[in-house]
Protein backbone atom coordinates (compact mmCIF):
# COMPACT_ATOMS: atom_id res chain seq x y z
CA UNK A 1 0.00 0.00 0.00
CA UNK A 2 1.15 3.17 -0.95
CA UNK A 3 2.15 5.69 2.10
CA UNK A 4 1.64 9.38 2.02
CA UNK A 5 3.30 11.46 4.14
CA UNK A 6 2.67 15.39 4.91
CA UNK A 7 4.81 18.34 6.76
CA UNK A 8 4.51 20.18 8.12
CA UNK A 9 1.68 18.71 10.74
CA UNK A 10 1.35 22.18 11.67
CA UNK A 11 2.07 25.86 10.07
CA UNK A 12 1.64 28.83 11.68
CA UNK A 13 1.30 32.06 9.47
CA UNK A 14 0.01 35.58 8.80
CA UNK A 15 -2.14 36.94 6.08
CA UNK A 16 -0.45 37.89 2.69
CA UNK A 17 2.03 35.16 3.71
CA UNK A 18 2.94 32.57 0.92
CA UNK A 19 2.65 29.20 2.58
CA UNK A 20 3.79 25.67 0.93
CA UNK A 21 2.92 22.11 1.95
CA UNK A 22 4.65 18.92 1.42
CA UNK A 23 3.10 15.43 0.15
CA UNK A 24 5.40 12.36 -0.09
CA UNK A 25 4.58 9.38 -1.41
CA UNK A 26 6.05 6.28 -0.58
CA UNK A 27 6.23 5.38 -4.18
CA UNK A 28 5.84 6.91 -7.43
CA UNK A 29 1.95 7.65 -8.02
CA UNK A 30 2.30 9.00 -11.57
CA UNK A 31 1.05 12.30 -10.78
CA UNK A 32 -2.32 11.41 -9.28
CA UNK A 33 -2.28 13.49 -7.03
CA UNK A 34 -5.18 15.59 -5.13
CA UNK A 35 -5.26 18.57 -2.47
CA UNK A 36 -8.22 19.28 -0.27
CA UNK A 37 -9.65 22.02 2.26
CA UNK A 38 -11.24 20.82 5.15
CA UNK A 39 -12.44 23.42 7.82
CA UNK A 40 -14.06 22.42 11.40
CA UNK A 41 -17.33 20.56 11.08
CA UNK A 42 -17.67 20.91 7.28
CA UNK A 43 -16.82 18.43 4.44
CA UNK A 44 -13.52 18.61 2.38
CA UNK A 45 -13.38 20.77 -0.55
CA UNK A 46 -11.43 19.71 -3.54
CA UNK A 47 -9.13 22.49 -4.92
CA UNK A 48 -6.31 20.65 -7.09
CA UNK A 49 -5.99 17.55 -9.17
CA UNK A 50 -3.77 15.79 -11.48
CA UNK A 51 -0.93 17.70 -9.28
CA UNK A 52 -1.60 20.83 -10.56
CA UNK A 53 -5.12 21.28 -12.31
CA UNK A 54 -7.85 23.47 -10.02
CA UNK A 55 -10.81 22.16 -9.27
CA UNK A 56 -13.67 24.02 -10.45
CA UNK A 57 -14.09 27.74 -8.50
CA UNK A 58 -10.76 27.59 -6.65
CA UNK A 59 -8.99 30.88 -6.59
CA UNK A 60 -5.88 31.04 -8.29
CA UNK A 61 -3.69 32.08 -5.51
CA UNK A 62 -3.68 28.00 -4.59
CA UNK A 63 -1.11 26.16 -6.76
CA UNK A 64 0.04 22.49 -7.10
CA UNK A 65 3.66 21.08 -8.19
CA UNK A 66 5.76 18.68 -8.25
CA UNK A 67 6.31 14.96 -9.62
CA UNK A 68 7.11 11.24 -8.88
CA UNK A 69 7.31 11.03 -5.37
CA UNK A 70 7.04 14.68 -3.83
CA UNK A 71 4.04 17.03 -4.50
CA UNK A 72 3.71 20.79 -2.74
CA UNK A 73 0.65 22.99 -2.65
CA UNK A 74 1.26 26.35 -2.70
CA UNK A 75 -0.95 29.54 -1.41
CA UNK A 76 0.42 32.94 -2.96
CA UNK A 77 -0.91 34.85 -0.52
CA UNK A 78 -2.62 33.73 2.55
CA UNK A 79 -6.38 34.77 2.72
CA UNK A 80 -8.07 34.88 6.30
CA UNK A 81 -10.42 32.21 4.86
CA UNK A 82 -7.28 29.92 3.55
CA UNK A 83 -7.34 28.88 7.51
CA UNK A 84 -8.27 25.28 7.47
CA UNK A 85 -6.44 22.09 7.65
CA UNK A 86 -4.95 20.59 4.36
CA UNK A 87 -4.96 16.87 2.86
CA UNK A 88 -2.86 15.17 0.02
CA UNK A 89 -4.62 12.16 -1.68
CA UNK A 90 -3.01 10.12 -4.26
CA UNK A 91 -5.26 8.11 -6.12
CA UNK A 92 -2.87 5.77 -8.67
CA UNK A 93 -4.41 2.82 -7.65
CA UNK A 94 -7.06 1.72 -9.01
CA UNK A 95 -8.78 0.37 -6.43
CA UNK A 96 -8.23 2.19 -3.54
CA UNK A 97 -6.91 5.93 -2.40
CA UNK A 98 -4.95 7.16 0.58
CA UNK A 99 -4.94 10.43 2.14
CA UNK A 100 -1.90 12.52 3.94
CA UNK A 101 -2.54 12.72 7.46
CA UNK A 102 -3.36 16.88 7.27
CA UNK A 103 -1.78 20.28 7.56
CA UNK A 104 -3.42 22.44 9.41
CA UNK A 105 -2.84 26.16 8.27
CA UNK A 106 -2.66 28.41 11.74
CA UNK A 107 -3.40 31.99 12.21
CA UNK A 108 0.38 33.13 13.68
CA UNK B 1 -26.38 22.30 -7.17
CA UNK B 2 -25.18 18.66 -6.83
CA UNK B 3 -26.89 17.63 -3.10
CA UNK B 4 -25.89 14.37 -1.21
CA UNK B 5 -27.12 13.62 1.88
CA UNK B 6 -26.54 10.95 4.28
CA UNK B 7 -28.69 9.25 6.95
CA UNK B 8 -28.76 6.31 9.29
CA UNK B 9 -25.61 7.39 11.43
CA UNK B 10 -26.32 6.82 15.41
CA UNK B 11 -24.92 5.02 18.44
CA UNK B 12 -24.71 1.40 18.42
CA UNK B 13 -22.88 -1.52 20.80
CA UNK B 14 -19.38 -3.03 19.28
CA UNK B 15 -20.75 -5.95 17.16
CA UNK B 16 -23.98 -3.89 15.71
CA UNK B 17 -25.03 -3.03 12.43
CA UNK B 18 -25.93 -0.03 10.83
CA UNK B 19 -26.97 1.08 7.27
CA UNK B 20 -25.83 4.40 6.18
CA UNK B 21 -28.03 5.95 3.44
CA UNK B 22 -26.57 8.86 0.87
CA UNK B 23 -29.49 10.85 -1.16
CA UNK B 24 -28.45 12.05 -4.18
CA UNK B 25 -29.70 14.87 -6.48
CA UNK B 26 -29.09 17.55 -9.01
CA UNK B 27 -26.94 15.32 -10.89
CA UNK B 28 -27.13 11.64 -13.43
CA UNK B 29 -26.25 9.10 -10.56
CA UNK B 30 -26.35 6.53 -12.83
CA UNK B 31 -22.88 7.93 -14.57
CA UNK B 32 -20.98 8.44 -11.53
CA UNK B 33 -18.68 6.27 -9.06
CA UNK B 34 -19.80 6.70 -5.88
CA UNK B 35 -17.59 6.40 -2.50
CA UNK B 36 -17.75 6.44 1.18
CA UNK B 37 -15.25 8.35 3.22
CA UNK B 38 -14.83 8.42 7.19
CA UNK B 39 -12.98 10.76 9.58
CA UNK B 40 -12.84 9.38 13.33
CA UNK B 41 -12.61 12.43 16.19
CA UNK B 42 -10.02 14.11 15.74
CA UNK B 43 -8.24 12.00 12.72
CA UNK B 44 -7.86 12.45 9.57
CA UNK B 45 -9.53 11.09 6.39
CA UNK B 46 -9.85 7.57 5.51
CA UNK B 47 -11.08 6.39 2.50
CA UNK B 48 -13.65 3.46 3.20
CA UNK B 49 -15.02 1.85 0.00
CA UNK B 50 -16.27 3.05 -3.69
CA UNK B 51 -18.78 1.27 -6.65
CA UNK B 52 -18.76 1.76 -9.67
CA UNK B 53 -21.69 3.67 -11.59
CA UNK B 54 -23.91 0.72 -12.00
CA UNK B 55 -22.49 -1.28 -9.01
CA UNK B 56 -20.81 -3.77 -10.58
CA UNK B 57 -17.35 -3.14 -9.43
CA UNK B 58 -16.47 -2.47 -5.43
CA UNK B 59 -13.53 -1.75 -3.89
CA UNK B 60 -13.55 -2.16 0.12
CA UNK B 61 -10.54 -0.95 2.61
CA UNK B 62 -8.48 -3.26 4.30
CA UNK B 63 -9.57 -2.35 7.25
CA UNK B 64 -13.33 -2.71 6.35
CA UNK B 65 -13.52 -5.19 4.03
CA UNK B 66 -15.69 -8.46 5.16
CA UNK B 67 -17.82 -6.35 7.99
CA UNK B 68 -18.79 -3.60 5.10
CA UNK B 69 -20.46 -3.72 2.13
CA UNK B 70 -21.08 -0.44 -0.27
CA UNK B 71 -23.66 -0.60 -2.57
CA UNK B 72 -26.61 1.42 -4.45
CA UNK B 73 -29.78 1.75 -5.93
CA UNK B 74 -29.82 3.87 -8.96
CA UNK B 75 -33.48 4.38 -9.35
CA UNK B 76 -33.88 5.33 -6.17
CA UNK B 77 -30.55 7.53 -6.47
CA UNK B 78 -29.38 6.39 -3.25
CA UNK B 79 -26.19 4.92 -2.09
CA UNK B 80 -25.71 2.73 0.92
CA UNK B 81 -23.12 1.44 3.10
CA UNK B 82 -24.20 -1.82 5.16
CA UNK B 83 -21.53 -2.14 8.20
CA UNK B 84 -21.63 -5.49 10.33
CA UNK B 85 -19.40 -5.98 13.02
CA UNK B 86 -18.81 -2.80 14.00
CA UNK B 87 -15.44 -1.72 16.66
CA UNK B 88 -15.04 1.29 18.56
CA UNK B 89 -11.98 2.31 16.11
CA UNK B 90 -14.94 2.45 13.51
CA UNK B 91 -16.40 5.68 15.57
CA UNK B 92 -16.33 8.26 12.80
CA UNK B 93 -18.18 11.02 10.84
CA UNK B 94 -18.96 9.05 7.20
CA UNK B 95 -19.55 11.36 4.47
CA UNK B 96 -20.50 10.09 0.81
CA UNK B 97 -18.72 11.68 -1.93
CA UNK B 98 -19.25 11.88 -5.62
CA UNK B 99 -16.18 10.89 -8.29
CA UNK B 100 -15.35 13.95 -10.00
CA UNK B 101 -15.58 12.37 -13.57
CA UNK B 102 -18.23 10.58 -14.92
CA UNK B 103 -16.56 6.81 -15.62
CA UNK B 104 -13.93 7.38 -13.27
CA UNK B 105 -13.68 4.91 -10.22
CA UNK B 106 -12.07 6.14 -7.00
CA UNK B 107 -10.06 9.02 -8.13
CA UNK B 108 -11.09 12.39 -7.08
CA UNK B 109 -14.12 13.73 -5.20
CA UNK B 110 -15.89 17.06 -6.12
CA UNK B 111 -19.32 16.86 -4.15
CA UNK B 112 -19.00 15.35 -0.60
CA UNK B 113 -22.28 15.32 1.72
CA UNK B 114 -22.75 16.88 4.74
CA UNK B 115 -21.24 13.56 6.22
CA UNK B 116 -23.19 11.91 9.23
CA UNK B 117 -21.73 10.27 13.21
CA UNK B 118 -21.27 6.87 13.95
CA UNK B 119 -20.58 6.00 17.23
CA UNK B 120 -19.62 2.77 18.57
CA UNK B 121 -19.73 2.05 22.14
CA UNK B 122 -20.81 0.13 24.74
Known amino acids: DIQMTQSPSTLSASVGDRVAITCRAS??????LAWYQQKPGKAPKLLIY???ALASGVPSRFSGSGSETEFTLTISSLQPDDFATYYC??????????FGQGTKVEIK | EVQLLESGGGLVHPGGSLRLSCAASEFMFNNYAMTWVRQGPGKGLEWVST????????SHADSVKGRFTISRDNPRNTLYLQMNGLRAEDTAIYYCAREQFAGNFGDTFDYWGQGILVSVSA
Open chain 1, 27 to 32: QSINGW
Open chain 1, 89 to 98: QEYNSDSQVT
Open chain 2, 51 to 58: ISESGERT
Open chain 1, 50 to 52: KVS
